[in-house]
C-alpha cells in the first residue's frame, strides 16, 4: 500500500506525534533494560531499540558494579587479594581464587602438597557443581517456568552445606593459602561429600525431566541465539557457551596442567548446534560430570600435609606468570606482574563474563524481546565477573 | 599431623570451656608430645625464610621449549624485524613486538599461528606508584613496592605498554604480545578488523590508561561514566579511598591479647592486617 | 422464588442478588488465589507458604493483603492520562462480574437466566481486552504498552478457540441458556444409561480441552502469559499500578478465573447439577457446593498447568491459536453435527 498522507499538524497534535508516510514507519522504539530488572542477573543495562517486537541494535551498558579490583590489588598483599578475587563471580567463589594461588605459588616455586591440591580441586568442582545447579534453575525461570529455580535452589543447598562444612563460608570461603590450604578437612565430611553427589544426580534427572524435555522449553530455546564457533572465538566467549557451539576445547585437559585434573578421567561435553539449547543441555552434562568427578577424587585423596614450607611473611620473588583456568563460568586467568615486594605490582584479571557479554550486541540483532531474556540467561554471567 | 586429630563438636552450653580445652590440648600437643614434630616446622620456616638460591634468582632466563620455540619462529618468519624481544615467562612464550607492526602481530597470530580465541588486550603502567609511607600521613598500609622502574619478561622502552593474549582452540597453544607505547602520545592499532572481541577490551585499555587505538570505531567509556577524567589505572593516579580516608585498618595495631610481641614493626602491620594467613604461618612455626 | 414466605418485590430479589454477587466476585478470587496461587503453588515449589496470618496454615493472607492494598496511597505516573488510568481496572472487573449474572447455582439461584446465556457471556468476558489495552495505554511506560499490544493480540486470538469449543456444547444441547444447558446435561443420558445423566465432557473431550486452553490464554496465565511476563516486563500492563487499583487488577484476575472455571464447570461437568438429586430444594442448597467443587477441581487444572510450564513466545502463541486451535474447534462443530444429527 504507497498512499502518501499529508500530516495536518494541528489536527492530529492530540494522537501524539503519530506520523503516518509511505510504509508506515513506526519509529523505533528505545527501551531500557535495566540496570534493575528481573531477567539481566545484576545491573547489566541494555540499551535496546525495537522495531516492534523486534530488536534493531543492542548495546549493554556495564559498569554499574565495577569496583575497581586491578587497582585495588596494587595496594594489598598477596593473602589479602584473595579477599578481593574471591568476589568477582561471586556464585563460584572458591574457583576464583585457584588461579591466582596457583600463580603466586609458581612465582615463588612453592607447590602444594597433592593433598591440599586434591581439596583444591574437589572444591572447585564443587563449586562449579553449586554455579550450574542455578542455572539449570533459572534458565526454567528466564523463559517463564516458576518452579525449576526452587528446585535449582533447594538442590545447591545440599553443596552451599558441603562448602560450609570444610571452609566456614558457603560463599566467600577464602579458603586458599598460598602453598595449600587454610585448614583440613572436618570428620565425616568425605562421606557427607558421597551421599550430596548421589543428591545432585537426581537433582540434575529431575530438572533435565522438567525443563529440558519440557516442549515450550525447547521451543523457546531452540535455535535461539545461536553463535558460530568462529565468532565465539573472536570475541572471546568462552567454556559452555564455547563448547556449546561445538568447538572442543577446555582448560582442565587442554591448558597448562594445574590442580590434579592431569590425573582425573573425565569427558568434555560439546553440542553441535550452539543455540540457547545447547547451551544449557552442555552445562547440565557438565553438572553430572562434575559429580563424577568429585566422587573419583574422594576416592583417592592422599594423606598429608595441607600447607607446604612457606616463609612467614610472603615476598614474591619478581616475575611475571600468566595462569588460566576453566572456571564455571568460562576461562578465567590472571596474570600476575611481580616486582619482588608482598604484593603484586600489576595483576591483570581476565574474566569470562567481559568477553560473553561482549558478543551481544552481535548476538542480539533481529530477534525477539523474549528472546532476548533468553539469550541473556543462557549466556550466564555474573556481574560481578563482568564488572569486576 | 592435622589430618589425625579429632575434632570433638563442642556443646553449646559448654562451648567456652570445650574451646579453652581444645586450646590447651593442642598446646600440650605442641609443647609435649610432639616436640620433634614442632621444632621441625621452625626448621622448614627458617629454611623458606632463607634468601633465594642462586638457580631461583636465575629463573627469568628459561629457555623456550619445543611448542615456544615453533611459535617464535612462525612469527619470526611473518614479522621478521617488527619482533624486538622474546622470553619464557613460566611456559608462555612472551613476544614484544615494534609499535607499528601490532596489527600485523594481530594478524599472523590469527593466520599462521592459528589462534582463533582472544583472550584479553590491557594495558601496563611499568611506573612505580608514588611513595605513600611518610607523606601520606604514615599510612603504611600498601605493600612496599621497589622504587626504581623495571620492567617485565621482554623488557620495555617507556613506562606504557599494551599487552594481550590469544590462544589457539585447535592447537592448544598461545602467546602473549607486548608492545611499547609513547608516553607523550599514547597510541597502538586496534585489533578490531581481526578480533571483534577487541571492541571492548580496547575501551576499558583506552579508560584506563588513556592509551588510544587507531581504527577503533568508537572509543568511549566502558566501565566509568562518561563524565569522568583521568585514567585510572595508571600509577599516578592515587586511590581515591585513600586520600579521602586513612585505610580504616590502620587503627587496628594492637596484638591480640595472649599473643606474643612480633619482632619488628612491618611483621606486625603484616599479621595484624593478614586474614589469619600469616597469623596461621605463625602458628604452625 | 415463588414458593418464598416473604412477599418481597422482584426490585429487592435484584437487590440481594446484586449483592451475592459482588461478594461472590472477591471471595471466589480469594479461595482460589490462597488456595492455588499460595499454597498449590508453594507446595509444588517443596515450600510452605503462608503459615502465620490467621493462625491456621496463615488462612487471612489475602484478606490482609486486600486491606493493606485498600489503604495504600494512590499513586499515578505523572505523565499518564489520569481518567483512562483510573478506569481501566473497573473495566475488567465490570466484565467479571458480568459474566457471572449468568451463571446458575442451583435451579432457581440464577441473577438473570438469559436466553442467550452462552453468547452473552462470552461477549461481556472479552471486554476485559478494553480494560487492558486503556491500562497499558494510559501508564505512559514502554513496558506497560509493550505488555498491553501483546494482551490485546493474544486475548483476541484465543477468543475463537473459545467460542468453537462452546458451540459443540450449544450444538449438544440445543440451547444457548447455561441453566437449559445444565438441566439437559441432568436430564439426559449416555448411550440410554441416566444414571449420573450426561455430562458433556464425556462426549465433547475435545472441547473440553480446548476450552480450557482457550480459558488459560484468556486469563493470561502460563504458558501463555506473555502479557505479564514477569521476568521480563515485571507484571506487563500492570506495572505501573499500586494500592487499590492493583487489588482491582488482582480480584479481576482471580475473579475471570473464576468466572470461566465456573463456565467449564457449568458447560461441561454439569454445573450445579448432582446427579442422583432432582430434588429442587435440595438441589437449592447443595448445587452451590457442589458447584464449588467443580469449579474448584477445573481451577486445579488450569493452575497445576501454569506453575509447571514455560511461557511461549508471542508468535508461537498466535500460531497455536490459529494453526493448531482453531482446526481442531471447526472439526469438533463438524463431528458433533454429524453425529448429533445421525443419533
Redesign the interface.
Given at each position: 500500500m504507497s498512499v502518501d498522507f499529508a500530516v495536518d499538524r494541528q489536527a492530529w497534535r492530540h494522537l501524539a506525534d503519530a506520523q503516518v508516510n509511505v510504509e508506515l514507519d513506526t519509529g523505533d522504539m528505545i527501551l531500557n533494560l535495566g540496570p534493575q530488572h528481573p531477567a539481566t542477573h545484576g545491573t547489566l543495562r541494555l540499551v535496546v531499540r525495537l522495531d516492534g517486537e523486534r530488536v534493531v541494535s543492542a548495546d549493554p551498558v556495564?559498569?554499574y558494579m565495577?569496583r575497581?579490583y586491578?587497582?585495588?590489588t596494587?595496594?594489598?598483599?598477596y593473602?589479602?587479594v584473595?579477599?578481593l578475587i574471591n568476589r568477582i563471580d561471586w556464585l563460584s567463589s572458591f574457583a576464583n581464587e585457584v588461579p591466582f594461588m596457583h600463580g603466586a605459588e609458581?612465582?615463588m616455586?612453592i607447590e602444594a602438597p597433592p593433598?591440599a591440591q586434591y581439596i583444591r580441586t574437589i572444591l572447585t568442582e564443587l563449586s562449579r557443581i553449586a554455579t550450574f545447579m542455578l542455572f539449570l534453575g533459572e534458565m526454567g525461570l528466564q523463559v517463564g517456568a516458576l518452579t525449576p529455580p526452587f528446585y535449582g535452589f533447594r538442590d545447591r543447598e545440599h553443596v552451599l552445606n558441603l562448602i560450609e562444612a570444610a571452609t566456614g563460608g558457603r560463599f566467600h570461603p577464602?579458603f586458599n593459602?598460598?602453598g595449600g590450604l587454610?585448614?583440613?578437612?572436618?570428620?565425616g565430611w568425605v562421606n557427607e561429600c558421597r551421599n550430596t553427589m548421589k543428591v545432585v544426580f537426581d537433582a540434575c534427572n529431575i530438572l533435565e525431566e522438567l525443563v529440558a524435555e519440557n516442549e515450550i522449553f525447547g521451543a523457546r530455546t531452540r535455535s535461539i541465539g545461536i553463535i558460530p564457533p568462529?565468532?565465539g572465538?573472536?570475541?572471546?566467549v568462552?567454556g559452555s557457551n564455547?563448547r556449546a557451539s561445538g568447538?572442543?576445547?577446555d582448560l582442565r585437559r587442554?591448558?597448562?596442567p594445574y590442580l590434579v585434573y592431569p590425573e582425573l578421567d573425565f569427558k568434555v561435553w560439546t553440542h553441535p548446534d550452539g543455540d540457547s539449547y545447547a547451551r544449557y543441555w552442555v552445562r547440565l552434562q557438565e553438572t553430572r560430570e562434575a559429580a563424577r568427578m568429585v566422587v573419583q577424587m574422594l576416592d583417592r585423596i592422599p594423606?598429608?600435609?595441607?600447607?607446604a614450607?612457606?616463609?612467614?611473611?610472603?615476598k614474591v620473588?619478581?616475575?611475571?606468570?600468566?595462569v588460566?583456568t576453566e572456571n564455571p563460568l568460562g576461562?578465567m586467568?590472571y596474570?600476575v606482574?611481580s616486582?619482588?615486594?608482598?604484593?603484586p605490582?600489576?595483576v591483570?584479571i581476565?574474566s569470562a563474563s567481559?568477553?560473553n557479554v561482549?558478543?551481544l550486541p552481535?548476538l542480539l540483532r533481529g530477534v525477539y524481546v523474549p528472546d532476548v531474556i533468553t539469550i541473556l540467561g543462557s549466556l550466564y554471567f555474573i556481574l560481578g565477573d563482568i564488572?569486576r | 599431623?592435622?589430618?589425625d586429630l579429632?575434632?570433638e563438636p563442642a556443646a553449646d552450653a559448654a562451648q567456652e570451656d570445650a574451646v579453652a580445652e581444645e586450646v590447651s590440648v593442642e598446646q600440650q600437643l605442641a609443647e609435649t608430645d610432639e616436640p620433634a614434630a614442632a621444632e621441625q616446622a621452625r626448621a622448614?620456616?627458617d629454611?623458606?625464610?632463607a634468601p633465594?638460591t642462586e638457580e631461583?634468582?636465575a629463573?627469568?632466563s628459561r629457555p623456550l621449549d619445543e611448542t615456544e620455540q615453533e611459535l617464535l619462529a612462525r612469527l619470526e618468519r611473518e614479522l621478521g624485524d617488527g619482533i624486538v624481544e622474546s622470553a619464557d615467562?613460566?611456559?608462555?612464550l612472551?613476544v614484544r613486538v615494534k609499535p607499528d607492526a601490532w596489527r600485523r602481530a594481530a594478524e599472523v597470530s590469527k593466520r599462521e599461528l592459528e589462534c582463533?580465541?582472544?583472550?584479553?588486550i590491557?594495558g601496563?603502567?611499568w611506573q612505580p606508584?608514588p611513595r605513600e609511607g611518610e607523606e601520606a600521613g604514615g599510612d603504611t598500609?600498601?605493600?612496599?613496592?621497589?622504587t626504581e622502574m623495571?620492567f617485565?619478561?621482554a623488557g620495555s622502552v617507556g613506562r606504557l605498554q599494551v599487552?594481550a593474549?590469544v590462544e589457539s582452540?585447535k592447537r592448544?597453544w598461545g602467546v602473549?604480545l607486548k608492545t611499547d607505547v609513547d608516553e607523550r602520545d599514547p597510541r597502538a592499532e586496534s585489533w578490531v578488523t581481526t578480533?571483534?572481541?577487541a571492541?571492548?577490551h580496547e575501551r576499558e585499555c583506552w579508560e584506563?590508561f588513556g592509551v588510544a587505538f587507531d581504527g577503533h570505531p568508537s572509543l568511549r567509556?566502558?566501565?566509568?561514566?562518561s563524565e569522568f577524567e583521568g585514567h585510572?589505572?595508571r600509577?599516578d593516579y592515587p586511590?581515591l579511598a585513600?586520600v579521602v580516608k586513612p585505610w580504616p585498618g590502620l587503627v587496628d595495631v594492637e596484638p591480640m591479647p595472649g599473643e606474643e610481641q612480633p619482632a619488628d614493626a612491618?611483621?606486625s602491620a603484616?599479621a595484624d592486617?593478614?586474614?589469619?594467613?600469616?597469623a596461621?604461618?605463625?602458628e604452625?612455626? | 422464588m415463588t414458593e418464598l414466605a416473604l412477599d418481597v418485590g422482584w426490585g429487592t430479589i435484584l437487590a440481594i442478588k446484586t449483592v451475592v454477587v459482588l461478594a461472590i466476585i472477591p471471595l471466589g478470587a480469594i479461595i482460589l488465589g490462597y488456595t492455588f496461587l499460595l499454597k498449590m503453588m508453594a507446595h509444588m515449589q517443596s515450600r510452605l507458604g503462608p503459615m502465620d496470618p490467621g493462625g491456621f496454615h496463615g488462612w487471612f493472607q489475602l484478606f490482609g493483603d486486600g486491606i493493606k492494598f485498600i489503604q495504600k496511597e494512590d499513586v499515578m505516573p505523572a505523565k499518564s492520562d489520569r481518567r483512562i488510568f483510573a478506569i481501566a481496572p473497573a473495566v475488567v472487573v465490570i466484565s467479571t462480574f458480568l459474566v457471572f449474572l449468568v451463571l446458575p447455582t442451583g435451579p432457581d439461584l440464577v441473577v438473570s437466566d438469559l436466553d442467550v446465556g452462552v453468547f452473552y457471556a462470552l461477549a461481556v468476558s472479552s471486554l476485559s481486552v478494553v480494560g487492558v489495552l486503556m491500562a497499558g495505554w494510559a501508564s505512559a511506560n514502554k513496558f506497560a504498552l509493550l505488555g498491553a499490544l501483546r494482551a490485546a493480540a493474544q486475548l483476541i486470538a484465543y477468543e475463537l478457540p473459545l467460542l468453537l469449543a462452546v458451540v459443540g456444547v450449544v450444538v449438544m444441547a440445543g440451547t444457548m441458556s447455561l441453566q437449559g444447558i445444565v438441566e439437559q446435561q441432568q436430564n439426559g443420558a449416555i448411550f440410554g444409561w441416566d444414571g449420573i445423566g450426561n455430562p458433556f465432557v464425556f462426549a465433547q473431550i475435545i472441547g473440553f480441552v480446548l476450552f480450557l486452553v482457550a480459558a488459560q490464554a484468556e486469563l493470561t496465565q502460563t504458558p501463555f502469559d506473555m502479557p505479564v511476563a514477569e521476568s521480563e516486563l515485571v507484571a506487563g500492563y500492570m506495572v505501573e499500578y499500586t494500592g487499590f487499583r492493583f487489588l482491582f487488577f488482582f480480584i479481576g484476575e482471580f475473579g475471570t478465573a473464576f468466572a470461566f472455571a465456573a463456565l467449564a464447570a457449568t458447560l461441561f461437568l454439569g454445573g450445579w447439577a448432582i446427579p442422583f438429586v432432582t430434588d429442587p430444594g435440595w438441589s437449592n442448597v447443595l448445587g452451590p457446593i457442589v458447584l464449588i467443587t467443580k469449579i474448584m477441581l477445573v481451577a486445579f487444572l488450569m493452575f497445576w498447568v501454569r506453575f509447571t510450564y514455560p511461557r511461549l513466545r508471542e508468535d508461537q502463541l498466535q500460531a497455536v491459536a490459529w494453526k493448531f486451535l482453531i482446526p481442531i474447534g471447526l472439526a469438533n462443530i463438524l463431528i458433533t453435527g454429524a453425529l448429533k444429527v445421525a443419533f
Open positions: 556495564i559498569g565495577h575497581g586491578e587497582k585495588l596494587e595496594f594489598r598483599t593473602p589479602q584473595t579477599t609458581l612465582l616455586g593433598r577464602n593459602r598460598i587454610k585448614d583440613d578437612l572436618p570428620w568462529e565468532v572465538t573472536g570475541y572471546g568462552s564455547l568447538v572442543d576445547w587442554d591448558g597448562k594423606t598429608g600435609p595441607i600447607m614450607k612457606v616463609p612467614r611473611i610472603i620473588p619478581e616475575g611475571e606468570v600468566w588460566e576461562q586467568a596474570y606482574i616486582k619482588g615486594a608482598t604484593g605490582f600489576r591483570k581476565r567481559f568477553s561482549s558478543i552481535w564488572d | 599431623m592435622a589430618d579429632e575434632r622448614d620456616a629454611e623458606a625464610d633465594p631461583q634468582a629463573g627469568e615467562a613460566f611456559g608462555m612472551v582463533d580465541y582472544l583472550s584479553f590491557a601496563i603502567d606508584a598500609s600498601s605493600p612496599v613496592q621497589p623495571t617485565g619478561v599487552f593474549h582452540t592448544r602473549t578480533y571483534p572481541g571492541d571492548w584506563m567509556h566502558l566501565y566509568l561514566p585510572p589505572l600509577k586511590l585513600r612491618a611483621a603484616e592486617k593478614g586474614d589469619g594467613a600469616d596461621d604461618k605463625e604452625s612455626s | -
